[in-house]
């Protein structure tokens, strides 16, 4: 399933006098006559996966355009309070229902007497309009997006450790530690996502944890966290199932290393791979699970913002205003696609043969 | 086959058992929850609100509570908190909504991925299959309630081609009652299409360079006998544990937010009201419905892979 680890740690990287263009191979100087261009010291360069992989990576364009717009809406998000204070002067949070603002040189109420908010103006102030308590969509959009991938980023991390951790220690030591992890992943697995996301979420919001408060973001992403681990840990477990019982597994046992020293060494480096595809697979799904939470209201809470409470907010006005829905939700669609084609140029790079799947 | 079947029904015990009491654990650990004061209502006194308390057992210790709650349940009489209605009859009147859902839908979706992934695979490379990896892809980056809601918005309220929300009984009028499914169909397909066929599409090209592939051409198969009998029926084994996992979950209620979005009284529905109101039985209940499902087809799913593949043989 992995490319195979022809230098587990480090080796691969050994590259002999590759040109830059990446067409590295025997180089003949003219007038010299060669018999046998494989002879000693004319092997073509060794090229590790990692390598490969890149050279892969370049030649795929869409995958770095796809990159390039989400870099793109991550900087805008990043900038939002820039936005705020000096485009649109408004904080995302400021109501202001009673306001007016011009619009084709007409002055609108924000909010009509109805209270139907106005729709894009496409002027510093109200860009994409308002939402049903006056505040500016634009604001509230780039806000949300901050919310909606630090969400997805602290979810990924959260899945990405517990996740190769469970699938490490299940894998390798089987046995008793198998016997309480897996059954306990194959109960997360075997729940709908949806329902279990959505009833921690509730409750949580509720009362909180501890000393984090019910309004906390750490809420919405500890749960998808939690929720996508067991996604993850079980291709790892198969993963180092298999490894364990590889030569150069073997010969580490010979030699004296111990379970830990084996298992970081040896057995996590040539799991990288497979994290990596993992990657952005699970941070596509860790945004669209938030916005699913969110939408139920078991997500992120009010005051705050993310895609998915927009998204939500607008439908109840979507025959009426329709970008107000829209625009959250053409957001949240063009970064979980440019995401999702990254992550399949990174996986068809690095393994085109891997097979990976995650419900919703 | 029977110890297959006994270490299923053990391991369907166990799931059940371990659901309810995930459940259960999560609303007791909430600090401010109190179900007595949603019961006892809005300007209940402080007495009212222990009589209640009282009444509905939630002075007791937890697993007092917790057994309580169970033998409510599968003796039929457990009630929600909000409305005081039979949870177990809720759900019972709510089922047909959610299996005339989701049954075409999954039909539409099998069908659709086999379809889209076997045009895509047979062209690899070229247009079409670019088109439909694409439109897959798509597929996978729409959120459902997002989807749902734009349907809506197009074709119920702009040009109004399909009625707006709303369930008619099969029973009453077959036509009116696919005629208000279709857009909560195409909402539900839509995502597991692009998912399935992108799935489908790795697996068919995996498989050509098999060495059965071969052998089934060189005995003089055609394309199309080779393709069908051999490629295809391999190919689809991985979908089909997909399949019986994805279809549990939604006959159980995880189609809540389509439900929601298209008012369909669903199980679904059901469940949604349900955890906006924190009424903890029909979470349970439906959360315990759902896990029967899951168990249910795993076992239907082990016993179609083990008819497609004769190597595997039913141990459990």
Redesign the interface.
Request: zero cysteines; hydrophobic letters at 60%; glycine letters at 8%.
């Given at each position: 399933m992995i490319p195979e680890p022809d230098g587990a740690r480090g080796g691969s990287e050994v590259v002999a006098g590759a040109s830059p263009g990446g067409t590295a191979g025997i180089v003949i100087t003219p007038g010299e006559r060669v018999a046998d261009p494989w002879a000693e010291g004319r092997h073509p360069p060794a090229i590790g996966p990692w390598r490969l992989a890149a050279r892969r990576l370049r030649r795929n364009y869409v995958a770095q355009a796809f990159l390039v717009l989400f870099l793109l809406i991550v900087v805008a998000c990043l900038l939002a309070p820039l936005y705020a204070s000096d485009i649109a002067h408004i904080s995302p949070n400021a109501n202001n229902i009673t306001g007016t603002v011009s619009v084709a040189g007409k002055m609108v109420d924000v909010v009509s007497p109805d209270g139907v908010p106005v729709g894009p103006t496409f002027g510093s102030h109200y860009f994409f309009g308002a939402d049903s308590n006056g505040r500016d969509l634009a604001v509230r959009l780039l806000y949300g997006g901050r919310t909606s991938l630090l969400i997805g980023a602290i979810a990924t991390a959260i899945i990405i450790v517990f996740g190769t951790l469970a699938g490490l220690l299940t894998g390798y030591f089987r046995g008793v530690v198998d016997m309480i992890l897996r059954?306990l992943m194959?109960?997360i697995w075997?729940?709908?996502v949806?329902?279990l996301g959505?009833?921690?979420g509730?409750?949580?919001a509720?009362?909180g944890i501890g000393p984090i408060k019910g309004n906390s973001l750490f809420i919405p992403a500890f749960i998808i966290g939690v929720v996508y681990i067991p996604y993850l840990g079980k291709p790892i477990r198969g993963e180092v199932l298999r490894l364990r019982e590889q030569d150069f597994t073997e010969a580490a046992r010979v030699q004296g290393m111990g379970s830990w020293r084996i298992m970081l060494s040896e057995i996590l480096p040539n799991l990288a791979s497979l994290i990596t595809v993992f990657v952005p697979m699970m941070l596509?799904y860790s945004i669209?699970l938030e916005?699913?939470l969110s939408?139920?209201?078991?997500g992120v809470q009010a005051p705050n913002a993310s895609w998915?409470t927009l998204?939500?907010d607008g439908?109840n006005y979507?025959?009426t205003t329709?970008t107000f829905?829209?625009i959250p939700?053409a957001m949240?669609?063009l970064t979980?696609?440019s995401i999702?084609?990254v992550g399949?140029g990174i996986r068809d790079a690095l393994d085109p043969?891997a097979?990976v799947?995650v419900?919703? | 086959m029977g110890r297959f079947a006994v270490r299923r029904l053990a391991s369907a015990i166990?799931?059940l058992f371990?659901?309810s009491v995930?459940?259960f654990a999560?609303?007791e650990?909430?600090?401010?929850?109190n179900p007595a004061r949603a019961i006892a209502g809005r300007n209940a006194t402080p007495t009212t609100v222990a009589e209640v308390s009282h009444k509905f057992g939630f002075d007791k210790p937890v697993y007092v509570q917790y057994a309580d709650t169970m033998e409510l349940i599968f003796t039929g009489q457990v009630i929600d908190y909000n409305d005081n209605l039979n949870v177990d009859s809720q759900i019972a009147q709510r089922f047909p909504v959610t299996v005339s859902l989701v049954v075409p839908a999954a039909l539409i979706w099998l069908a659709g991925a086999i379809v889209l992934g076997s045009i895509s695979a047979l062209r690899v490379g070229g247009l079409s299959d670019r088109g439909l990896m694409v439109a897959a892809?798509?597929g996978?980056?729409?959120?459902?309630?997002?989807l749902a809601?734009?349907l809506?918005?197009a074709f119920a309220?702009k040009l109004s081609w399909f009625p707006n929300t709303g369930y008619i009984q099969l029973s009453s009028n077959p036509a009116q009652w696919a005629y208000h499914l279709v857009l909560p169909w195409i909402s539900i397909a839509v995502?597991s299409i692009g998912?399935y066929s992108r799935?489908l599409r790795?697996?068919l090209l995996?498989m050509v360079n098999e060495d059965f592939v071969r052998t089934a051409r060189a005995k003089g198969l055609t394309g199309r006998q080779v393709f069908v009998r051999h490629v295809l029926r391999n190919s689809l084994m991985?979908i089909v544990t997909?399949f019986g996992?994805?279809f549990a979950?939604l006959l159980?209620?995880?189609a809540?937010?389509t439900e929601?979005?298209f008012n369909l009284p669903g199980v679904g529905q059901y469940?949604?009201q349900a955890?906006?109101n924190?009424d903890v039985p029909p979470?349970l209940v439906?959360?315990m419905f759902?896990?029967f499902f899951?168990?249910l087809f795993?076992a239907i799913s082990d016993i179609v892979y083990a008819l497609l593949d004769p190597r595997v043989r039913l141990t459990g």
């Open positions: 059954p194959e109960l075997s729940f709908p949806v329902i959505v009833a921690l509730t409750a949580l509720l009362g596509a669209l916005a699913y939408f139920l209201g078991a998915g998204i939500s439908l979507i025959q329709p829905s829209l939700g949240l669609v979980v696609l999702n084609v399949d043969r097979q799947r419900r919703t | 166990l799931l371990a659901t995930v459940v999560i609303f650990v909430i600090p401010s929850y892809i798509l996978v980056s729409i959120p459902v309630f997002l809601a734009v809506l918005y309220f995502l998912f799935v790795s697996n995996d991985p997909m996992l994805d979950t159980g209620g995880a809540l937010v929601t979005v469940e949604a955890i906006g924190l979470i439906g959360a759902t896990a899951v168990v795993g």
